[in-house]
């Protein structure tokens, strides 16, 4: 675990499912777990840190070690309306966030959308600010942002990415120099410019 911006902590660890490296984020001054799968120290590697109060899931595909939190720390499990349907009639108690709703102290969720319908971002405040996206925009390596495979995103993938870049745009009135993305290395600091650069892409399209 490393401590990427003042009170944000990220990891990998390789997911059960797709047998690959995901990305995860805990936000120590708002308590805040966001997409998590244990550590490969386990939750030892919270020795010393605030204890975590709450699981965010940026989309309902998140959920991934969010139980073996709730069992350890007695956290709840919070992710956007849109997403509960999926945990219904399951043992997985998750309950619903609304869009401009502050999740976490100083962690206000926004709608993303496009992509799926609880496809959320979430903006921290603490520091320098940072953003926790979900799927809509995925990093390889170290370079630049970009969409996961055109298959993946659906019949229509331009139309998609489109809406995805509108989506992400409105975001850039926030204040952030870090980005979290589930998919793909974090960008710590000059996260807006990359965003930006991200989003503006398609403009000509």
Not at 122 to 150: E, K, N
């Amino acid at each position: 675990m490393e401590e990427i911006a003042p009170g944000v902590h990220h990891w990998t660890a390789r997911h059960p499912q797709i047998v690959a490296r995901v990305h995860c984020a805990y936000v120590a001054p708002a308590r805040a777990l966001i997409d998590p799968l244990l550590p490969e120290d386990g939750l030892e590697a919270f020795e010393g840190l605030p204890r975590p109060e709450v699981v965010l899931l940026t989309n309902r595909h998140h959920y991934r070690h969010s139980d073996r939190f709730a069992a350890a720390f007695g956290c709840a499990v919070r992710a956007s309306a849109p997403a509960v349907h999926e945990f219904e009639g399951t043992a997985r108690a998750v309950e619903p966030f609304a869009w401009g709703e502050e999740v976490a102290p100083g962690i206000v969720a926004h709608e993303i959308g496009v992509l799926c319908p609880d496809e959320s971002a979430l903006h921290i405040a603490h520091g320098d600010g940072a953003l926790a996206v979900a799927d809509g925009v995925v990093r390889a390596g170290r370079g630049d942002l970009g969409f996961v495979s055109d298959p993946l995103l659906g019949d229509d993938p331009e139309a998609i990415k489109q809406g995805l870049r509108a989506s992400y745009a409105r975001l850039l009135d926030l204040d952030f120099a870090t980005l979290l993305l589930a998919h793909g290395r974090p960008v710590a600091g000059g996260a807006k410019d990359a965003l930006r650069a991200f989003a503006a892409a398609g403009s000509s399209t």
